[in-house]
């Protein structure tokens, strides 16, 4: 066996957290990355920043908008875009990315945050979660090693949340987005790391719009790391790198890392 650090960050503009990045790879050298809202056209995607680093990229993006990529130190074997269902829109290939290292599956998926609970975006959120339990039924095992990660966009449980009195009805805390969640992981799937990280006050994201949000945490926990069990009995430790949030120009998501023995 070998010790593997995959990592998930939300960046929120790739080409804006260049620093912040390499600062990333080079401290915590994650062995697999699954980047979200990379907001970076296929054409724009700075490949040899990556290159340069020793990391291989897979990845599609919309210009300003949402944007996937798998950023690894060896290429994976297979690397696809979207649900490939039949119901695959504009978005999709860029929020959601399945690539294959050897017996390990990773699904890197950006769900959309839902805007409002009467918007279609909310509705299409509820529908994202439909479609990646299918695909999960359609696709993998909960006998094999599959790691669904991303920026969730999802609160799971109360300690997952500051003040979750006061979001009943947002779109990452409501009942209808949690039993949605629910869901896919009732195929098979375990939280890795509330496996390691049990406690009130560890969160990933901290909204820009709230005053000093890091220094008071004030925050969510949306960014995710959902095994199989032979998956999850591998993992090791799973932590959220709050320094990151921290730096000049940050994202409002940190980034979150994951270790098994695989």
Same mark, same amino acid.
């Given at each position: 066996?070998s010790?593997?650090?995959?990592?998930?960050?939300n960046?929120n503009?790739?080409?804006?957290?260049?620093?912040?990045v390499e !600062? #990333?790879?080079r401290? *915590?050298e994650?062995d697999? =990355?699954?980047?979200?809202e990379?907001?970076?056209?296929?054409a &724009?995607?700075?490949?040899?920043?990556?290159?340069?680093l020793g990391?291989?990229a897979?990845?599609? $993006?919309?210009k300003?908008?949402? +944007? =996937?990529?798998v950023?690894?130190?060896a290429?994976? %074997?297979?690397? /696809?875009?979207?649900f490939m269902?039949g119901? %695959?829109?504009e978005?999709?290939?860029?929020?959601?990315a399945? *690539?294959r290292? $050897?017996?390990?599956s990773?699904?890197?998926?950006?769900?959309p945050q +839902?805007k409002s609970?009467?918007?279609p975006?909310?509705?299409?959120?509820i529908?994202f979660?439909?479609?990646l339990?299918l695909? #999960?039924e359609?696709? #993998?095992?909960t006998?094999?090693?599959?790691l @669904?990660?991303?920026?969730?966009?999802?609160?799971?449980t &109360?300690?997952?949340?500051?003040?979750?009195?006061?979001?009943?009805?947002h779109?990452? =805390?409501?009942?209808?987005? !949690?039993? *949605?969640l629910a869901?896919?992981l009732? @195929?098979?799937?375990e939280d890795?790391?509330? !496996?390691h990280r049990?406690d009130? $006050?560890e969160?990933?994201? @901290?909204?820009?719009r709230?005053?000093?949000?890091?220094?008071?945490n004030? $925050? @969510? !926990?949306?960014?995710?790391?959902?095994?199989?069990? /032979?998956?999850?009995?591998?993992?090791?430790?799973?932590r959220?790198?709050r320094?990151?949030?921290?730096?000049?120009?940050?994202?409002?998501?940190?980034a =979150?890392?994951?270790?098994?023995?695989?």
């Amino acid at each position: 066996m070998s010790a593997e650090k995959i990592a998930t960050f939300n960046v929120n503009s790739l080409k804006a957290r260049l620093p912040i990045v390499e !600062r #990333f790879l080079r401290e *915590a050298e994650p062995d697999i =990355v699954c980047f979200q809202e990379t907001k970076c056209q296929d054409a &724009d995607f700075p490949m040899d920043f990556f290159a340069s680093l020793g990391y291989r990229a897979a990845f599609r $993006g919309m210009k300003s908008y949402n +944007g =996937v990529a798998v950023v690894s130190r060896a290429a994976p %074997d297979e690397c /696809s875009f979207g649900f490939m269902d039949g119901e %695959d829109g504009e978005q999709d290939a860029s929020r959601l990315a399945i *690539a294959r290292f $050897g017996a390990l599956s990773v699904v890197n998926s950006y769900v959309p945050q +839902g805007k409002s609970m009467d918007s279609p975006d909310f509705k299409y959120k509820i529908r994202f979660f439909e479609r990646l339990r299918l695909l #999960f039924e359609r696709r #993998f095992s909960t006998s094999g090693l599959l790691l @669904w990660t991303g920026d969730i966009n999802v609160a799971p449980t &109360d300690i997952d949340v500051t003040h979750p009195e006061n979001k009943r009805d947002h779109v990452c =805390v409501c009942q209808e987005a !949690r039993d *949605a969640l629910a869901s896919v992981l009732e @195929w098979g799937l375990e939280d890795i790391y509330r !496996r390691h990280r049990p406690d009130a $006050g560890e969160f990933s994201f @901290w909204d820009y719009r709230v005053k000093d949000a890091l220094s008071r945490n004030i $925050g @969510w !926990r949306i960014d995710h790391f959902f095994a199989t069990p /032979s998956l999850a009995e591998r993992s090791t430790d799973a932590r959220a790198l709050r320094d990151l949030r921290a730096m000049e120009r940050p994202s409002d998501h940190t980034a =979150v890392i994951a270790e098994f023995e695989v």
